[in-house]
C-alpha cells in the first residue's frame, strides 16, 4: 500500500486546485461530485480559487510531476480539442517548467565527472538554459571552444517517478478488475511500458545512444538535423551535446518574420514521420515543440532540428507492415480489407465475423470522409476505430500505444503550423510509395542477402539436424508401435477376462436352475437359498461385469 500517501496527494491536489471545475466535460456528477466536494471544503479560502481554470490546471500537473506535465505536454498540441487559452497555458509546459537551483549545477557536474568541472568545462553557465520536467540543460563551453549543452537530472526525480508508476499500476489493477473492458484494454501491460519508457529516461547515456542512431539515420538529410552526443564527458546522470541554434517551432510569429514556408514545413514533419515509423522502425516519440526547433538557413525548405531523444519508439516487422496496410485501407476507404487485417494480424479474435466487423468500420469512417480531408483528424479518426474495434474484442496493442501518441504530437503539431494541412494527402503518396518499394524484386533480394550469412552459417549443421530429426522420428515410431502392442495385449486380457467371467456366470446359472429340482433339492436342503445365490451371482457376472 506504499501507493496511498501519493494517491492522497493527488486528491488533495485535485481539490485544493478543484480540477473538477476546469472544463464541463470532466465535471463529476452524482455521489462522486458530492464526495469531491466535501473533500474540496478545506482548501475552499485557498488563493488557487482565484486564478482562471486554465492556470490552475497547469500549476497542478507541475505541482504533481513529470507524469504528469508529459500528459499536459500532449493536450498542448492538441488546439484541434483544446480553447486557445487551455492550449496556451499547457504550452508552456514544454520547456519552462519551474527549475532548480540548490544542489548546484557545478556540484551535480563534478559528482558526475568526479573530478572539478573546470577540468572539462572552460565555461558552466548557472542559469538554466531550459528546465524540463526530468532534467534541466545548462550552456557551457568545452575546454577546445566547442559551446555545448549540459543536461542533467532533476534530484530526487525518480522516487517521485517510482510512487507515481505504483498509484497508476494500482488504478490499472482496478480498472482491470471491475471495467466491463479492462481486461481488453490491458492498462497493466500499457502502465508497464509506460514505466519502462519513463525510468529509460533517467539514464542519459540511453539516451545519448537513441541520439546518436537517430542522427546517423538522418545524416546528410535536409529534413531533420540532431546534434552530435560528446561521449568522452557524458555520464549516467549527465548528457553533454552540441549546443544548436534555431527557432522553437512553435514561434509562428518569429518563423514569419524569417519567411519560412509553413505549408512545406508542416509536410515535412509528417514526412519525418512516416520515414522514421516505415522506412527505419526508430521513431522521436517525444516530439511535442518543446523539443523540436527549425534552422532558418533555408526558409523554402526548412529544417527540423530534434532534441530530447529519450523516447524511442519501435515496431516488429509484423506490426510495421500491418500498420501500413491497415492505414492504407482506411485511406482507399477499404473497409472489407481492414476487418480482414485486424483479423489476420490478431489485433480481434480468429472468429470475428468480417462482414459484421466491416460494417461497424463503414458505419464510423463514412460520416467523417464527407468533410473535406483538411477537416479531418487522423487522430481522432483513429481513436475512434480502435473505439468500435472495442466491441470486437480488440486487445490494446501496447506496442502502438506509443505510436498512436506520437501520431497525435505530429497531426497537433502540423495543424498548428498551418492549420490547413491535409495529412491524408501528404502520408498517402509515402504509404503507396513504402508498400511499391517492399514489393520490388530489389527488395525480395535485399531480404535473401540479409538471410544468406545466416544459412551459410546454419549450412555445416544441417546434416547433423537431418539425422537427429529421423532418428527422433523413428523412436517416435518405434514408442508409437510398443504403445500400440501394449494396447492391443491389454484388450485381448480385457477380453479373455470378460469371456472367463461370462463362463462363470453361466455355470452359476446352469446351478442355480438345477438346485430347484430333485434329486439334488432332497440332497442339499439349503438348496434352494444356494441357488437364489448363485443366480444372483450370475446376474451380476454377467450384465455388470466388464
Known amino acids: 500500500m506504499s501507493h496511498i500517501p501519493r494517491l492522497l496527494k493527488l ?83 514544454q520547456d519552462k517548467v519551474p527549475g532548480f537551483a540548490n544542489p548546484t549545477i557545478q556540484s551535480l557536474v563534478e559528482a558526475a565527472l568526479g573530478m572539478p568541472w573546470q577540468n572539462v568545462f572552460a565555461r558552466l553557465d548557472t542559469q538554466p538554459l531550459a528546465s524540463a520536467s526530468v532534467a534541466q540543460v545548462h550552456s557551457a563551453q568545452l575546454l577546445n571552444g566547442d559551446e555545448v549543452v549540459v543536461k542533467v537530472i532533476r534530484p530526487g526525480i525518480e522516487k517521485t517517478i517510482v510512487e507515481d508508476i505504483q498509484v497508476l499500476k494500482w488504478i490499472a489493477g482496478l480498472v482491470e478488475r471491475f471495467l466491463p473492458d479492462g481486461k481488453r484494454l490491458r492498462p497493466r501491460e500499457v502502465v508497464d511500458d509506460y514505466e519502462k519508457i519513463i525510468l529509460d529516461e533517467l539514464n542519459l547515456l540511453a539516451e545519448g545512444a537513441n541520439a546518436t542512431q537517430l542522427r546517423r ?104 507492415q500491418y500498420l501500413a496496410r491497415n492505414l492504407l485501407a482506411i485511406f482507399k476507404r477499404d473497409y472489407r480489407k481492414v476487418a480482414e487485417l485486424h483479423v489476420e494480424c490478431g489485433w480481434v479474435p480468429k472468429d470475428t465475423k468480417v462482414h459484421e466487423f466491416e460494417s461497424a468500420m463503414r458505419a464510423v469512417c463514412e460520416p467523417v470522409f464527407e468533410k473535406p480531408l483538411k477537416d479531418i483528424s487522423f487522430g481522432y479518426l483513429l481513436v475512434q476505430l480502435f473505439r468500435t474495434a472495442g466491441r470486437f474484442n480488440m486487445e490494446v496493442q501496447p506496442s502502438l500505444v506509443l505510436l498512436q501518441k506520437t501520431l497525435l504530437n505530429v497531426e497537433g503539431l502540423g495543424r498548428q503550423l498551418y492549420p490547413e494541412l491535409d495529412l491524408w494527402t501528404t502520408a498517402l503518396p509515402f504509404l503507396e510509395d513504402w508498400n511499391r518499394r517492399r514489393m520490388e524484386p530489389k527488395a525480395l533480394f535485399r531480404a535473401l542477402r540479409e538471410n544468406v550469412p545466416d544459412w551459410i552459417e546454419q549450412l555445416p549443421y544441417l546434416p547433423q539436424l537431418m539425422i537427429d530429426t529421423l532418428t527422433q522420428a523413428q523412436q517416435l515410431s518405434t514408442i508409437n508401435e510398443t504403445l500400440r502392442i501394449r494396447i492391443a495385449l491389454e484388450q485381448q486380457r480385457e477380453s479373455a477376462r470378460l469371456r472367463n467371467h461370462r463362463l462363470a456366470g453361466l455355470g452359476l446359472l446352469a446351478l442355480s436352475v438345477l438346485g430347484l429340482f430333485t434329486p439334488l433339492h432332497e440332497a442339499f436342503s439349503a438348496l434352494p437359498l444356494w441357488s437364489v445365490l448363485g443366480f444372483s451371482g450370475a446376474v451380476y457376472l454377467l450384465c455388470f461385469r466388464r
Open 11 to 93: 486528491l488533495n491536489t485535485a481539490a485544493r486546485y478543484r480540477l473538477d471545475q476546469v472544463s464541463p466535460h470532466v465535471r463529476a456528477k452524482g455521489l462522486t461530485g458530492l464526495m469531491f466536494s466535501v473533500w474540496s471544503l478545506p482548501w475552499s479560502l485557498h488563493p488557487a480559487r482565484k486564478m482562471p481554470p486554465e492556470l490552475r490546471l497547469r500549476l497542478a500537473l507541475e505541482e504533481l510531476g513529470p507524469i504528469y506535465i508529459k500528459f499536459g505536454q500532449l493536450l498542448s498540441t492538441r488546439r484541434d480539442f483544446l480553447t486557445l487559452e487551455l492550449a496556451d497555458e499547457l504550452q508552456s509546459l
Open 217 to 320: 539515420n538522418f545524416e546528410n538529410s535536409p529534413q531533420l538535423y540532431v546534434p552530435k552526443v560528446y561521449w568522452e564527458c557524458s555520464r549516467t546522470n549527465m548528457l553533454v551535446m552540441e549546443r544548436i541554434y534555431g527557432t522553437p517551432v512553435a514561434d509562428i510569429p518569429a518563423l514569419t518574420a524569417r519567411n519560412v514556408n509553413l505549408k512545406k514545413l508542416a509536410e515535412t514533419g509528417v514526412e519525418i514521420f512516416f520515414t522514421q515509423v516505415f522506412n527505419h522502425s526508430f521513431f522521436h516519440a517525444d516530439m511535442h515543440p518543446g523539443n523540436i526547433f527549425v534552422a532558418l538557413h533555408s526558409p523554402k525548405n526548412p529544417q527540423y532540428i530534434a532534441i530530447d531523444c529519450a523516447i524511442i519508439g519501435s515496431l516488429s516487422r509484423d506490426d510495421q
